[in-house]
């Protein structure tokens, strides 16, 4: 028996088909149990909701959401939520089935999950959007709650967002509720250590991959694709606690190189003063995207787009090292080249989770109404991030394989464990 990667089901569009092509391929290798591979390959719930938001000048619009769960099987779901007028049921189907292997990758007690709104919401005024998130997040109660789901921020959604949604679930069960979202601010039980935790995780791992390449961090050169909060905390992390040297950066404004390399508090500071974009920063020369992802480096890490490093790209690639700080920034026949061309690949699901683990030690606190220190919070996060990347390198090695199929074997075998320990009930 093999495993029906489409049997009598449809996927919702082809971002999640090139999601379960990646799953196949691990699955595979390891020779998943066919009956555990089937259920795993799709979401076990989806909700679409339609909803009524008054607009300022009265007139009553209607928005489209999502909330997809992928698996629960080690424990509630976990994922942002999303507002952009692009998104679909594919798109956030597809990131929660990602999110599956991502908290399995790590060894977090969750499911994986993702929500969404179509909405641009730079169109809204501020009475707009907190009417728009409240409305979404009361459609979306049934299945959210600190022991069933619990979403977080993503594209477009913040912690004001997130508080929001928080007051809005408390009104709604008659109690305060701050384990039901993460993210959120610091006195409505937010977490030390948040908006720094992904581009902390990237650090790490980059650090550790140049442990096993056989790199001096301390004198390796790095480029960065995307000065968001990943992309900056990134730069700010492997500069400032490992010695590296950011020697190329760029944003939706273009690149900049200096090769005797940034200081990256002073290039945060422009870009805050400058409309949050790093164009114009005078101790830069100006590069293109494609002269960024090509340049001869020890590591790049791609923090800002889907697809950024495609086929075309990867025959030009330089470096030694790629961190995905983005989620999937290298398309499949990239990676392909990538691989021949023995470049260290850390894959998304790895390099980036640092965000969510963090957002679980949030949780965590919020449950038990203990917080922590950030010393405490960066040294957990520290431990587990360098115990991950261990378990997956040490997986590339055993099954002769690539970084991203390792991790995904690594994942799929604690999900599978799990599935098939529980069992199938009601039967």
């Given at each position: ?7 009598n089901?449809?996927?919702p569009g ?26 795993l ?12 938001v ?5 007139r ?16 509630p ?9 692009e ?16 908290c ?13 709104v179509?909405?641009d ?7 707009e959007?907190?009417?728009?998130s ?7 109660q049934?299945?959210v709650g600190p022991t069933?789901?619990i979403?977080?921020?993503?594209v ?14 408390s009104?709604?069960v ?29 650090a790490?791992?980059a ?28 730069a ?40 949050g ?7 830069g ?9 090509t ?16 086929e ?8 030694k090292?790629?961190?995905e ?22 894959p ?14 949030e949780?965590?606190q919020?449950?038990?109404?203990h ?12 431990k ?8 997956v390198?040490a ?27 529980r ?5």
């Amino acid at each position: 028996m093999e495993i029906s990667k489409m049997g009598n089901l449809k996927a919702p569009g082809p971002l999640y088909e090139m999601a379960q092509h990646q799953f196949l391929k691990a699955a595979k290798l390891m020779d998943l149990d066919p009956n555990i591979g089937n259920f795993l390959l799709w979401p076990q719930k989806s909700l679409t909701v339609h909803f009524p938001v008054v607009m300022d000048d009265g007139r009553v619009e209607i928005f489209e959401g999502y909330r997809v769960q992928h698996n629960t099987a080690r424990g509630p779901a976990k994922g942002g939520i999303r507002y952009h007028p692009e998104t679909n049921l594919d798109e956030v189907s597809s990131l929660a089935f990602w999110m599956t292997w991502k908290c399995a990758v790590v060894n977090l007690p969750y499911g994986g999950g993702k929500g969404g709104v179509r909405v641009d919401p730079s169109k809204l005024s501020e009475k707009e959007l907190e009417k728009l998130s409240r409305r979404f997040f009361s459609e979306i109660q049934m299945m959210v709650g600190p022991t069933k789901d619990i979403p977080a921020p993503d594209v477009n959604t913040n912690a004001k967002i997130m508080a929001w949604y928080m007051d809005t679930f408390s009104m709604n069960v008659g109690q305060t509720t701050l384990g039901v979202v993460t993210g959120k601010p610091l006195d409505l039980g937010g977490s030390e250590g948040r908006p720094e935790a992904t581009g902390r995780g990237v650090a790490i791992t980059a650090s550790e991959a140049c442990n096993v390449s056989g790199i001096d961090i301390s004198k390796a050169t790095v480029a960065i694709q995307g000065f968001g909060n990943v992309g900056s905390f990134s730069a700010k992390i492997l500069s400032e606690e490992y010695g590296a040297k950011i020697v190329a950066v760029s944003d939706v404004s273009g690149g900049l190189y200096n090769p005797e390399g940034f200081d990256i508090d002073d290039l945060i500071a422009y870009r805050d003063q400058n409309g949050g974009i790093i164009k114009g920063y005078p101790k830069g020369t100006p590069i293109t995207n494609e002269e960024l992802l090509t340049m001869n480096v020890d590591i790049l890490v791609p923090a800002a787009l889907e697809n950024a490093i495609t086929e075309k790209i990867a025959n030009d690639v330089k470096a030694k090292i790629i961190v995905e700080g983005a989620n999937g920034p290298t398309t499949e026949e990239a990676e392909k080249i990538l691989i021949e061309k023995d470049i260290l690949v850390v894959p998304d699901i790895l390099a980036n989770a640092g965000g969510v683990t963090v957002s679980y030690f949030e949780w965590v606190q919020d449950l038990q109404s203990h917080f922590w220190e950030i010393e405490d919070i960066r040294r957990k996060l520290t431990k587990i991030m360098k115990r991950s990347f261990g378990e997956v390198f040490a997986t590339k090695q055993k099954y002769n394989t690539d970084m991203r199929t390792a991790a995904y074997i690594v994942a799929i075998g604690r999900v599978a464990e799990a599935v098939k320990k529980r069992g199938y009930f009601p039967m």
